[in-house]
Structure formats: C-alpha cells, structure tokens
C-alpha cells in the first residue's frame, strides 16, 4: 500500500512538471529569424586573409593542402619579383571540406582560416568549388597583426637578411661574427 | 429467392472457399488467413441469421485471439515448407471417403428437416435472450466448463511457475 | 420517395460525413499531437507552414501521397499490401457505432444520429479492435525484417493482452446501463456520466485505451530507438501513411469511447450534441498527449505485469462491487 501511494505520488509529480511547462516560454530559437551569434572561432566557410598592409598573406606552401584530410586544397604556387611567394591559383572544394580546421592550424602565415559563416548551401555541387577570388578577403580574419615577411628571415622586398623583426644580424660564416 | 437468400449463398461460397484456400497452403501465416476470412464469414453468416452477438463473439473469440495466437506462434518458429507433395494418396482417400459421407448425411438432413422449405427472412435475437438461454438452460455444462478452463489455467500456472532453486 | 430510397441516401450522406470529419480530424489531431507535446517540452512544435503550422497536416499528406510506394524484395507481397488497409479499415469502420447526437428530424422523417446502432455495438468495437491486431501482427511478419518481426510479435503480445483489462472494465458500464448498444448507454447517461460512479473502471480503460492503440508509454511494438519504427519500420509512402492514419483514428474512436462511456457522450448545455462529443474527444486526445509528454517507456516485462497482474485483477474487483451493489 504504502508503495502504491509512493507511486501515484511520483506520477502526480511528473504530470505536476510537464503541466508547469506549459505556460513557459518555448527556449526554442527560430532560425532563420533569429541567428545566434556563434564563437569567432567555430568553424565554417574557409577564407583566405591578408596581412596588415594589404599584401595577400598566402605563400602557397602546400602545408594546408598536404593536411587535408579530404584532399579538398589545390594550389598552384609562384613567385612575385620582390621574390614573395604566392598562390597562382588556390582553389577549395566545399563539397569535400568537413571542415575540421587542420588547414588553419597547418598555416604558417595565418593565411587560411575558416570563420563562422556556416550557410553556404547551394544547389548545384559545382558551384562549390571556390577559386581564389571567391576565398580572398580583404581583412586580417582572426589574426589582427600577423604579417609573416616581417618575421620570416627570408630575402624579399619587405627586408632584407637580418632586417626583420626579432632578427639578429646575419652572421659571417667564416669568423661566425656579426 | 430473397435477397437474404443470395447473401447467404454469397457467404457460404466465400467460406467453403477461404477454408479450401486455407487448407492447401504451403505458407502458414497465408493459411491463417485465409482461416480468418473464413471465420469471418462465418460470423456475418451468424449475423445473416439474426444472431449479432454470437457474429461478434465469433470475431472477437476465433478470427480475434485463437487465431492471433496461431498467428504468434508461426511467427515465432521459422517453418520450412516441405517439398513434398501436399497431400499423398494414402491421405486423400479417407478425406473423399468421409468427405462424401457428410454430403449425403448432409443432404439427407437437409431435405428430410421441416424448416428446410421456409425461405430465409430476417431475424434478429437480443443478445438477452441468448444469455438467458444459455444461463437458464445449460447453467450445469457452463459451470463445468468453466471449472475446465480454471484447471487448465492453474495447470499452465504450476508448469511455468520457476523452479525451486533450494 | 419510397422509405428505403430516402434511408438509404440518408446511410449515405452520414458515412460520407462522418468519414470526411474523422479523416480530417486525424490529421489535425497529429497537429494537435505535435504542437501540444512541443508545448509540454517547451518548444515551439510545427510553425512553418501556413499561420501556427497549420497547413503542416496537408502537407504531410501530400508528401505521404507522393512518396514512392516500396515493398522489399524479400517481403511477402500479399500480406505486406493487405496488412495496412486492415489497420485503416477496422479503425475507421469502429466509428460505425458511436452515437453523435440524438436524432434529426429531416422532411418528417427522424433520422438518428448514429451510422448503426447495433445491439452488440460495444463488442463490434471489441471485435474490429482484436482485427486491428492482425494489421500489426501481419505488417511485421510480412515485412520479412528482424526489427518488424519482433514489433510485430510484441504488438500483438500487448494488443490481446490489454483487450482483456479493456473489455473487463466495460463490464460495469454495461451492467449500469443494462445494454451493449451504445446508444443505450449515452441514453442511461442521461442525469450523470458514469466516470462519476465508475472513476475505476475509467482509470483502467483509459490505460488499456492507451496500450490497446500502442501510444507512449506503451509504444513498445514501435520502440524507436531500439526496433527502428517496429512493425512498420519497411512501409513508406501511401502505406505507411495508411498506418499512421489508423493510429490516429484508433485514437479519435478511442476518446470518442471514453466519451460516449464515461463523459454522458453527446450530451451538455448550449453547444449542439456532436460539437460536445468533439470537445469531450479532443479533451481526451489532449491527457493522453500529456500522458505521452511525461512518461517513459515501459520495459516489456512491466507492461506484461502491469496488464495482467494490475489491471485485470481491478478490472475484476470492480465487476464484483459493481455487481453487488447493484443487487443491494
């Protein structure tokens, strides 16, 4: 008996409960009305930034390209006479991307990063390869203040052996002195 | 011949064929099928003869539980047809033999019985008058019976009890 | 115009009518179903198509129109095309009984508001219930499919075991009223509804209502996430539309039960009769959505002892009380 009554009290409990959220507000977010503001680090739609002063910060390395799990990151790489590094072509298969961020923490210049721009569904699966022009941006993404030229100790317009950035004067390999 | 008389002759068609159909089945759920249709137009002929509650007990009791329990148990063994022929030879021949001597019994029934010439008209029984029939008349096999059933069941209860483990 | 000209087109207009508001009715009620159960889990529910998910019925049926019928290539054909029309018809044909009004009185003619009024209507109801079985049963073993065969057996399982505890705790009613015809009893109801003198018997029909149609917390048959959808886990398109089109009309014939037994049926002030027994249906549909809102899952061994250990036992002390007091 004393069961029964427990029981019939748990139940009068339960019913207690859903009847209660009743007359709350639904948590529900409507989406396409309301579009919660994800993280500035989740991860959707790849772009390609620039450095601080407007220079593409891509140098074509491969290194995105070779992590890829998917293999979706083809590039073709060249090189600008001040003897920069660039991406002839760079091109991104979004119907392969799972977007999991390798490509992004592969990047030595910043330049690959995938923002949270998460709608990009379209109907026609060619349309989903992005060229260059489709993936440049013209801001600095995540990274506000890298520029790799100014801290790679690499001969190019930008500066020369030793006037970078953190760097040490090139030393004379002979006497091993400044 | 009313038009009583042509639904029964419509019903009784149906029942001797669902039964055939169910009787020569290699499949057994199709068999128990066609058993229930069979059934099922036993009841409307039931119901044709003016007896509602003993139509619905006939679906409710046969086509409803004896059958979904036919149904349950074919479901649960996995039964492989044989190949063999249905019915051999040695089998067929009591079948016709009995199955000729019900036909002429029948017949003889029929035509000797003095309610065979009345055409069929429409009746219709209480179900009251049913169950004072069978209450007041044959109380006696109704109790016996049902001492029947409780046997079976404390039968069925002392063989699926679980085992003393001492 | 000949009286059985006139009452045959009468049959004919009420089965047209009654057919027309029980199938929109269905799909409405899973409107009703979705939006509600969302509310009790504070969600919103559908509310995309038309005003308030309105149209969300229709479109449904059309895309359950539309869909591509398939039947597996290892299913047994006959009994997978049969198995959903039995669902359908014995839930639609077990509305043939119920009383939705007194009666009408058309060119001098009084017409009754009732398809039939059978004088074995409530074990009609009993009968076209345990056909229903068959619908399950014969959908999952036909489907040839480990998920549906085992839906198929547990439905059955739980479908003739809580017919006894449904038809048991009838019992009293039909002792009250003196009658199987249904008719009779809505008419016995007449000074006051019997959940007044039957709370018991209406507390196990409502749970066995709920077993009988396979509805959370006795959904075992369907148990999603451990059978896929159950017996009817191989349907689509139009069949499985068939199905769940029976599921919700065995519902609407359910609470229309509970209200022609239990609720005075038609009867109460002011609004006409058959806008009562709507809103005494549709209250029923609602408890037992809140049901499903807030009970988990039975395990099979609890829903088997709950049936014949709880159920049937009460179901049998209340014909005793009954019966004795009405001998007093």
């Known amino acids: 008996m004393k069961d029964a009554i427990e029981a019939v009290k748990a139940l009068a409990i339960g019913f207690a409960t859903t009847f209660k959220h009743l007359f709350r507000k639904p948590i529900t977010e409507e989406y396409p009305e309301y579009k919660r503001p994800l993280p500035a680090r989740s991860r959707a739609r790849i772009i390609l930034t620039r450095d601080p002063d407007g220079a593409e910060r891509c140098v074509a390395c491969y290194l995105c390209s070779a992590v890829c799990p998917v293999s979706c990151i083809s590039m073709q790489s060249a090189e600008k006479e001040g003897g920069r590094r660039y991406a002839q072509w760079f091109r991104i298969n979004f119907a392969r991307c799972i977007y999991c961020g390798f490509c992004e923490e592969a990047c030595p210049t910043s330049a690959i990063q995938l923002t949270p721009q998460f709608e990009n569904c379209k109907n026609d699966i060619l349309s989903f390869v992005y060229e260059k022009k489709d993936l440049l941006v013209d801001h600095q993404g995540k990274d506000k203040e890298y520029n790799f030229y100014k801290y790679a100790g690499v001969a190019t317009d930008v500066g020369q052996k030793g006037e970078h950035i953190k760097e040490e004067r090139p030393v004379n390999i002979k006497s091993n002195l400044p | 011949m009313t ?64 059958m979904i329990l036919f149904l349950f148990i074919i479901m649960m063994v996995k039964a492989v047809p044989d190949e063999e022929k249905l019915f051999p030879m040695r089998q067929w021949v009591p079948v016709a033999l009995m199955g000729l001597v019900y036909l002429v019994i029948g017949a003889v029934i029929i035509s000797a019985a003095p309610g065979s010439q009345v055409t069929l008209t429409i009746a219709l029984a209480r179900p009251e008058a049913f169950s004072e029939y069978l209450f007041q008349r044959h109380w006696l096999a109704i109790e016996i019976i049902s001492l029947l059933l409780l046997v079976a069941l404390v039968g069925a209860l002392y063989l699926g009890r679980k085992k003393d483990t001492s | 115009m000949p009286d059985w000209i006139f009452g045959f087109i009468i049959l004919i207009v009420k089965l047209g009518v009654v057919l027309l508001a029980l199938l929109l009715l269905a799909a409405y009620l899973v409107w009703v179903e979705r939006k509600f159960l969302a509310r009790l889990q504070i969600r919103y529910g559908p509310n995309r198509a038309g005003k308030f998910g309105l149209l969300q019925p229709i479109a449904d049926t059309i895309k359950m129109l539309i869909k591509e019928d398939i039947v597996p290539a290892a299913a047994d054909r006959f009994i997978f095309l049969l198995a959903p029309a039995v669902v359908a018809t014995t839930a639609l044909m077990m509305f043939a009984v119920v009383p939705f009004g007194s009666h009408l009185t058309l060119w001098g003619r009084q017409v009754p508001l009732v398809i039939t009024d059978l004088n074995v209507g409530l074990l009609y109801i009993f009968a076209l219930s345990s056909l229903g079985v068959y619908g399950v049963a014969m959908g999952g073993w036909a489907s040839n499919s480990k998920y549906s065969l085992l839906g198929g057996i547990r439905g059955a399982a739980q479908m003739i075991s809580y017919e006894l505890a449904l038809g048991l705790s009838l019992v009293p009613i039909i002792m009250l009223a003196d009658s199987f015809s249904i008719v009779d009893i809505v008419n016995a109801q007449a000074n006051y509804p019997f959940i007044i003198v039957q709370p018991f018997a209406f507390v196990i029909f409502m749970i066995s209502a709920m077993a009988e149609s396979k509805r959370i917390p006795f959904d075992m048959p369907e148990a999603e996430n451990e059978l896929g959808a159950g017996y009817h886990t191989e349907y689509s398109g139009i069949r499985f539309g068939l199905f769940f089109l029976g599921e919700y009309v065995h519902l609407q014939v359910l609470g229309a039960l509970v209200a022609v037994l239990f609720l005075g049926g038609w009867r109460g002030p002011i609004l006409p009769p058959p806008v009562w027994l709507l809103i005494k249906m549709i209250l029923v549909a609602l408890i037992m959505i809140w049901v499903r809102g807030t009970l988990p899952r039975l395990r099979y061994d609890q829903l088997m002892a709950l049936g014949w250990k709880v159920l049937i036992p009460l179901s049998l002390i209340n014909i005793m009380v009954t019966g004795a007091i009405l001998l007093i």
């Open chain 2, 3 to 66: 038009i009583y008389a042509i639904i029964f002759y419509i019903l009784a068609a149906t029942i001797v064929l669902t039964t055939g159909l169910a009787i020569t089945r290699r499949n057994l759920v199709h068999a128990v099928v066609y058993l229930v249709f069979s059934f099922f137009g036993t009841a409307m002929m039931f119901y044709l003869f003016g007896a509602p509650l003993l139509a619905v007990l006939e679906v409710i009791i046969y086509a409803g539980a004896i």
